[in-house]
Every structure is written in structure tokens, then in C-alpha cells.
């Protein structure tokens, strides 16, 4: 079992910066990669960015690219999100997950946070 919970969400306006925290915990030794998700209501769930617990390697989604860094600290069991240059469009919660197994799936990680709302008004 994993335990995920997010923080550090929040409102900013449009070329702002914001940095999410996920608290991760319990049997994470089996995670395959975590990623970042988000979503807005009436739409389908967004895959952000994700990182191999294998070797750290990370893929962000195109909309994302070079403007997030996804992270990962074993030492603190933290699984980060830093977020530059913050566009309206980036408004939506964010979801901190893991996945167990030998593949990583575009949205359907087992384990997940509660979310964290980032807003971005222009």
C-alpha cells in the first residue's frame, strides 16, 4: 500500500510560478514510476509528468514541456512539482500518483492524492 498526499496548491496569476509537494509513504520500494495528473471538471484526466523510480528518467506532456520539473527526494519521501510560467490553461486539480507493475500507464496509476487546485488567473 502507498500513501499519497499533496500540497502547496494554490492561485497566482498568469507568468507566476508554483510548487506542489507530494508526501509519499508506505510500500514504495514497488513503484514502477509517480507522476503528476491533473484535471477539470467536465474533462478527462490530464497526464502532466511522470518519473522511472527505476532510474529517475522523466517525460512531461508537450503541453508542459520545459515550463515543469517533476522530482523526486527519497531522502525526504517527496515527490515534486515545480511549475514556471503559469498560463490560465494550467487551472485544474493536480494529482500525485503511483504505479506498481512493469509498465507506466497514461492515467491509470493504482495509487492516488487527494489533489491539490492550482488556479491561474490571466
Known amino acids: 500500500q502507498v500513501h499519497l498526499a499533496e500540497s502547496g496548491g494554490g492561485s497566482v496569476q498568469a507568468g507566476g510560478s508554483l510548487r506542489l509537494s507530494c508526501a509519499v509513504s508506505g510500500n514504495i520500494r514497488n513503484t514502477y514510476c509517480m507522476g503528476w495528473l491533473r484535471q477539470v471538471p467536465g474533462k478527462e484526466r490530464e497526464w502532466v509528468a511522470r518519473?522511472?523510480?527505476?532510474?529517475?528518467?522523466?517525460e512531461y506532456a508537450d503541453s508542459v514541456k520545459e515550463r515543469f520539473i517533476i522530482s523526486r527526494n527519497n531522502t525526504e519521501s517527496t515527490l515534486n512539482l515545480q511549475m514556471y510560467d503559469l498560463k490560465p490553461e494550467d487551472t485544474a486539480m493536480y494529482y500525485c500518483?503511483?504505479?506498481?507493475?512493469?509498465?507506466?500507464?497514461?492515467?491509470?496509476?493504482?495509487?492516488w492524492g487527494q489533489g491539490a487546485q492550482v488556479s491561474v488567473s490571466s
Open positions: 518519473i522511472y523510480s527505476s532510474n529517475f528518467l522523466t
Open positions: 500518483a503511483a504505479h506498481i507493475g512493469h509498465y507506466c500507464p497514461p492515467r491509470d496509476y493504482v495509487y
